[in-house]
């Protein structure tokens, strides 16, 4: 089965025969694959890991995070502003204190969200001296991994280039605690790199544009070298630098029960190697229903900006919201993205966090106008959404919201929305990874199955 790729033909396409086939092949499978919603109500089965009041089914214990989104008053889930913490430390105090004292503090988080504790200065130096001495790839890493195998996905290409560093670890294989602590620190340190260089690939045998290569600077931080690495003049400011590290604290983690860390637990806990523990937790942050939703909603406001004459006139915006929930604009599929949670019910705490900081950046930016929108999204979509959910409260706005406008603002190109996502959840995968491998049981939920009991039949009676 083969694709068009630099102008070559389908050759299914070529080929009517064959291409009427798989349409067969394709019924087939959703007839004998699609498992009907009611049946998960009648074997009691939690469908997508989900109790009947929305709350998430227990299947772990963790140390590295907590998300609350609900209490408990009578036994009965009850709504309330939401709230992340880090290692027992509230986000919101974690990055109002990095606010007050002026300083950048994704290291800082990293280092407590993967060792535990917050570091002192000396323990803190350290670990950023390290960092910066772990940032340089391997030798021919970058023409032979990277440059060499370029792709149109840089999600992919990514897990692809952690996976290839495997190869040039001399103990991949080794789960001793304290091999895997040098290998996520290793890997905080170069993903970086490794997302700046997957993108400049791309740019340049993909999109037909120059090919710029920047090399990190020690003297950097972790967010002033993304923006340097991925700028072809190398220039920002310390405004960007700023912002570019509370996103990335905001993102750094968010508990045991997010789809991609959850992806780190199970594969871990099979005793594979980290390089594959993190590509699996990229291929699960790539996905569309998790950190792919950034690029949901930037190309929502997009669609919703190309079809408002006017911006600010929230009669129009509620109509054509109202089309978008019944399926009759944008992509057909009846969501409003970046609104509402699995866990979060009145508030996102990361929201709330971006979106103040958002408006700040908006009016040194000159982006008022598409702030304002996004406002509007928010307050008549959480509206539109409380009526059709029956709740008491609408539908908070979540961190993907105000993730899209961040980026827009900071001038990072679309196709790094969610691999930017990646590298500063990074340190959350690795403190996860951690945990598992240290509890040393496998992962083996069970599964209903319906096929019954079928008598093998030869080939020439079939």
């Known amino acids: 089965m083969y694709f068009k790729r630099n102008g070559k033909v389908n050759i299914m396409e070529q080929h009517g025969g064959l291409k009427n086939r798989f349409k067969e092949f394709v019924d ?60 027992g430390y509230s986000l919101i105090d974690i990055v109002k204190n990095g606010e007050e004292t002026g300083r950048n503090i994704f290291e800082e988080v990293s280092y407590l969200l993967l060792l535990g504790s917050l570091p002192n200065q000396e323990n803190l130096k350290i670990y950023k001296d390290t960092l910066c001495r772990l940032r340089p790839l391997p030798d ?14 840089l999600m992919n290409k990514m897990m692809q280039s952690v996976l290839a560093l495997y190869t040039f670890d001399e103990s991949p294989d080794d ?16 993903i970086p790199s490794i997302m700046a260089y997957c993108y400049a690939a791309k740019r340049h045998y993909i999109d037909d544009q120059s090919l710029i290569i920047h090399r990190p600077k020690e003297e950097y ?21 700023d912002m570019l590290d509370i996103l990335m604290v905001v993102h750094a983690e968010h508990g045991g029960g997010n789809n991609s860390a959850f992806a780190t637990h199970v594969v871990s806990s099979s005793g594979t190697d980290t390089y594959s523990a993190i590509a699996t937790a990229l291929g699960s942050l790539k996905g569309p229903r998790h950190g792919g939703a950034n690029l949901m909603v930037a190309s929502m406001v997009d669609d919703i900006k190309a079809h408002l004459p006017r911006w600010d006139d929230r009669k129009a915006l509620r109509q054509y919201l109202e089309k978008i929930l019944e399926g009759r604009a944008f992509d057909q599929k009846g969501l409003i993205y970046g609104l509402g949670h699995a866990v979060y019910t009145m508030s996102d705490p990361r929201a709330v966090l971006l979106k103040e900081k958002a408006a700040e950046l908006a009016k040194l930016k ?72 240290m509890d040393n049981k496998i992962m083996r939920p069970a599964y209903v199955t319906l096929n019954a009991p079928m008598p093998f039949i030869p080939p020439e009676e079939r």
């Not at 699609?34 to 997508?48: A, C, F, T």
């Not at 991925?230 to 400011?237: A, D, G, V, W």
Request: aromatic share 10%; with cysteine; net charge negative.
């Open 175 to 190: 789960t001793d605690t304290y091999n895997v602590l040098k290998q996520s620190i290793n890997l905080i340190a170069k």
């Open 140 to 153: 021919k890493y970058l023409e032979d991994v990277i440059l060499k195998i370029p792709s149109k996905d």
């Open 221 to 241: 931080n972790t967010a002033e070298n993304i923006l340097h690495l991925i700028r072809e003049n190398r220039e920002f400011t310390q405004e960007e630098v």
């Open 366 to 437: 000159g982006f008022e106008e598409s702030f304002a929108l996004i406002n509007d999204i928010e307050e008549i979509g959480g509206e539109l959404l409380r009526k059709r959910r029956n709740t008491d409260y609408p539908a908070p706005a979540n961190v993907d919201l105000y993730s899209g406008l961040v980026y827009q603002m900071l001038d990072i190109p679309h196709d790094l929305y969610t691999p930017l996502f990646g590298v500063s959840r990074t340190t959350g995968w690795c403190a996860h990874r951690m945990e598992q491998v």
């Open 28 to 87: 087939i499978i959703e007839k004998r694959s699609y498992i009907q919603p009611e049946l998960y109500d009648k074997y009691k089965v939690k469908r997508g890991l989900r109790n009947k009041n929305g709350t998430g089914v227990l299947v772990g214990i963790t140390r590295v995070a907590d998300v609350k989104g609900y209490k408990y008053v009578d036994g009965e889930k009850t709504p309330c502003e939401g709230d992340l913490s880090y290692r």
